[in-house]
């Protein structure tokens, strides 16, 4: 099946965001950031191991978006824990001659999730808020929505401008899921939230509308697809409630997605899907009761999956790199403050 091998690649408290920047199939950059109130950011440069500090306060990160430029990052800070996040806003960091400077953006309250797509007409910041306003933790009684502008590049040292965004989808409440990927063909962005879970299909010219659908009216806090089976159809995979205990596998059966595979977990907060040294995988993290990265593998039979245990360290986010060998597995391993790059390797 695979081997692997674990690097600790930084450690902090609260270590909760993180993302990668890829050179020819490899991981070249990785950054990562705590959701802690003196959360810090830190870069590491995975060919020598070489820390920087991007910021050491404030924390509070939910996302961390390289622009694609150079050392230039776009993130979340100020929101807290738990869900106390009405002053979020995003920030840019990049390098000037005496170090790196943080400077923010624009004041987006209660911003989860976003993303810049690279649309073939220009670039669009795509923002995701968890809800619209809170009285207390435990209030959900505001829905939240996601937001879409045009980005409009930074030159130089040149202060980032606010993007003007107006609302593609509303009525989320617990807007949690957010994956870029394609989906039956087509460029989207699925979201998942207590209402079910929505893709959403880029304009095809600037002055074109988003199109919306619903595909499932489950709740789910973090959604992926690819196909599992071999059949040539996406499938929808999900984790079932608000960071919730149970992962489905839904395929298209008689005009709806249906469960064709399940497994348990506990706090269920990471998910990707893919193909890995030629095989159908699919790779799940929770926080709690063992706290395992876990890979399956679907190719030889879809129903009773080969499975292998990566990690433990209750990841809160992971980004995946596949190459010829394998895949590489940026983790934020939150429960252990760890920021853990795992190499997965086909064994031959």
Known sequence: MFSVTKRVLAEFDKLYAIAGVVDQGHFKTCYAASEGREGRCVQIDLEDGRVSERWSSPGGTMTLCPTGKEGELLATQGFWPVFDAAESVIVRSHKEENGYVTEPVQKIPYLHRFELLNLSWGRVLLAATLCGGKENKDDWSKPGAVYAGAYAETAGNHRAEPVSLEPVLTGLTKNHGFCQTSFRGREAVLIAASEGVFALYPPAGKEDKW?????????????????????????????????????????????????????????????????????????????????????????????????????????????????????????????RGQAVLYTVTAEK
């Open 211 to 335: 199109e919306t659908e619903k595909l499932l009216s489950r709740e789910a806090s973090d959604v992926a697809c690819c196909d599992l089976d071999g059949d040539g159809q996406d499938e929808l995979v999900i984790i079932e409630g608000f960071h919730g205990n149970l992962v489905t596998v839904n395929k298209w059966t008689d005009g709806g997605f249906q469960t064709v595979w399940s497994t348990p977990v506990t706090f269920g907060h990471a998910l990707w899907c893919g193909e890995i040294a030629g095989k159908r995988c699919l790779i799940t993290g929770h926080r709690r009761e063992g706290m395992e990265l876990t890979l399956f593998d679907f190719t030889e039979d879809s129903r009773n999956p080969a499975r292998l245990t990566i990690g433990n360290g209750g990841p809160s986010q992971i980004c995946v790199c596949p190459n010829e060998n394998g895949a590489e597995i940026l983790s934020a391993d939150r429960e």
